[in-house]
């Protein structure tokens, strides 16, 4: 699908709504393949603003490559400062209820339109 195509068929994913997560080997990654269940490390513990984390509808899980991993419809369910280890400072975190957007199911494996770059989150 090009990103055109995508863009007109789910307009919300240039939309603030949207919160892309990108998978890598210190950001969830490695948690997933020592056998913690995805979907637990989906649904949190991403670095967010409160007032930016109310407004999520969609989470956008890519993976290391700037692939679609997941399609996500997504709820606000905690939110709190805390830290990822001792020595770090504590952060805004948030964690989401998750479930599936079988619409978008033609996402996965496609290039996504917004690609988190130093920072593993980013909003559409």
Not at 18 to 47: A, F, H, K, M
């Amino acid at each position: 699908m090009t990103r055109a195509r995508a863009l007109e068929l789910f307009p919300w994913l240039l939309i603030h709504t949207t919160l892309y997560v990108r998978l890598t080997e210190g950001n969830g990654l490695d948690r997933i393949r020592r056998g913690e269940p995805e979907n637990d490390v989906i649904r949190g513990g991403w670095v967010s603003k409160l007032i930016r984390a109310v407004k999520v509808n969609r989470l956008v899980i890519l993976n290391p490559d700037g692939t679609i991993r997941r399609v996500l419809y997504a709820r606000l369910v905690h939110h709190a400062y805390e830290s990822s280890s001792p020595e770090k400072r504590p952060l805004p975190r948030a964690w989401f209820d998750i479930r599936d957007d079988h619409q978008a199911a033609s996402l996965i494996g496609t290039r996504s339109p917004v690609i988190p770059a130093r920072n593993p989150v980013k909003y559409g």
